[in-house]
């Protein structure tokens, strides 16, 4: 019982469930407002860690982000083509060198993996483009660029989840 209950502590802790007092735990749901603002939050934080990656990348960085792009542009929309694109966020974030980012980074990922569970037709469409243009700016070493291409991403990701969810 006990690594269960720290387990749900942990949760309840990350927002992800809602102690029922004397009934027990329910996921929180994931509505329009927690959408806001997690892109918000990820409007913030990601071109820093985009400009901090174009300054730090290795070779073997901008191989890997590179097939992550490739991947994601031979995908069909899926939740797996999500989780790949998430997965470019990551590792830009993880490239930057600020661990405490990277992981805040990691933590809006996950709620952003959540919104496909608002609608049962959400499909935001591909950001292998945006993502392509990011990784291009971080393998020339511009670091306004990997800003701005991430800004870019990043306003156009919520514009296309928004529209997706038919909200304004």
């Not at 027990?24 to 892109?39: A, S």
């Not at 990601?46 to 070779?59: C, I, K, M, V, W």
Request: charged letters at 25%; a negative charge.
């Amino acid at each position: 019982k006990t690594p269960v209950r720290e387990a749900l502590r942990q949760l309840v802790h990350e927002g992800l469930v809602d102690v029922l007092p004397r009934k027990g735990y329910v996921v929180r749901p994931v509505g329009l407002v927690d959408i806001v603002e997690v892109l918000a939050l990820r409007r913030i934080v990601e071109p820093t860690l985009a400009a901090a990656a174009a300054g730090r990348r290795t070779t073997a960085d901008v191989e890997v982000l590179r097939d992550l792009v490739d991947r994601e542009a031979h995908m069909r929309p899926s939740l797996d083509e999500l989780r790949t694109s998430l997965d470019v966020h990551a590792r830009v974030a993880a490239i930057a060198g600020n661990a405490r980012a990277a992981a805040l980074v990691d933590s809006l990922l996950d709620e952003t993996a959540r919104i496909p569970w608002l609608s049962p037709w959400f499909s935001p469409g591909s950001s292998a483009g945006e993502h392509g243009l990011i990784v291009e700016a971080i393998a020339a070493c511009d670091a306004e660029a990997a800003a701005q291409s991430m800004a870019t991403h990043l306003e156009e990701t919520q514009t296309r989840t928004l529209a997706a969810l038919g909200a304004r």
